[in-house]
């Protein structure tokens, strides 16, 4: 087997297995989400393939096994090669929870689960005096590795600054919170991205009145990102290259497995302490 096959064949099991282990059952639809990763936001006026952003489906026991050979559907029933388009500079996400038709109600809780990203530093400021301080103690700390930082106002009269770290930082915090955290993501389904990770615990039985309260309280937990909240949260699915910087694509790809029992949401409020 040659080398490219082998990738292939990992990639192809990392897709798969990524899908099982959330608890997607055979006889349900799969939603997917793809996103032009370096394109304009105005999505293009010609044909679906060329806009930035498009939805797709597939039944599960419809999936093929080789990723080179996926195609999904879009709403018009068209056939979309994924592996093609992420070549292409598209981004593959999943709709986590369980819903059976794209725009319908949700059924199920698949997981719960939160993003890190270790590359980006958010903070809010009352005044531009202080966001300008921190922009320069930011600059001038090597430890930072600082390659961009912004400030902007906001409506409310705040001002945020948004810094982004180099790759080398990034790597040194990767491995720091999974240090921090080992306990406690202990048992979780672990996935990286080029800048942080996804963490999943994988819910059995779990009520969607519940759902947004645990994500909320998983945020504050781990300091990640407080947007994860809603049922209808796509996550970038592991297999399929980053592509923003087109020169230096990143293969997401799971790191570690977690347990093969799922979680009740109880008990993974009472393992991680959760305050709702």
Not at 267 to 272: H, N, W
């Amino acid at each position: 087997m040659s080398l490219h096959a082998a990738r292939m064949r990992l990639r192809s099991r990392q897709f798969r297995q990524y899908i099982k282990k959330l608890g997607c059952k055979r006889n349900q639809t799969l939603h997917f989400t793809l996103v032009h990763d370096t394109m304009s936001r105005k999505p293009a006026p010609t044909s679906q393939s060329k806009a930035r952003a498009m939805t797709l489906h597939k039944p599960m026991m419809r999936l093929e096994r080789r990723l080179s050979q996926v195609t999904l559907y879009t709403r018009a029933k068209r056939r979309v090669p994924l592996l093609q388009m992420n070549k292409e500079g598209y981004a593959v996400f999943m709709t986590v929870n369980y819903r059976e038709r794209d725009r319908g109600d949700f059924q199920g809780v698949r997981a719960h689960f939160i993003d890190v990203d270790l590359n980006k530093l958010v903070e809010t400021y009352r005044t531009g005096e202080e966001a300008e301080r921190r922009m320069q103690e930011l600059q001038a700390d090597p430890a930072e590795q600082i390659e961009s930082v912004t400030v902007t106002r906001t409506s409310q009269e705040r001002y945020v600054l948004v810094a982004l770290r180099g790759k080398r930082r990034v790597r040194q915090l990767k491995r720091r919170f999974l240090a921090k955290h080992r306990e406690r993501i202990r048992g979780a389904m672990i996935v990286e991205t080029k800048n942080g990770f996804h963490v999943y615990w994988a819910i059995r039985g779990g009520k969607l009145g519940r759902f947004v309260a645990i994500q909320r309280a998983l945020a504050r937990k781990f300091n990640s990102d407080p947007k994860i909240t809603d049922l209808a949260r796509v996550m970038r699915v592991p297999g399929f290259h980053h592509r923003k910087n087109p020169a230096s694509p990143y293969l997401v790809r799971v790191k570690r497995w977690g347990r093969k029992r799922p979680y009740t949401q109880a008990e993974l409020i009472r393992k991680l302490s959760l305050t709702l």
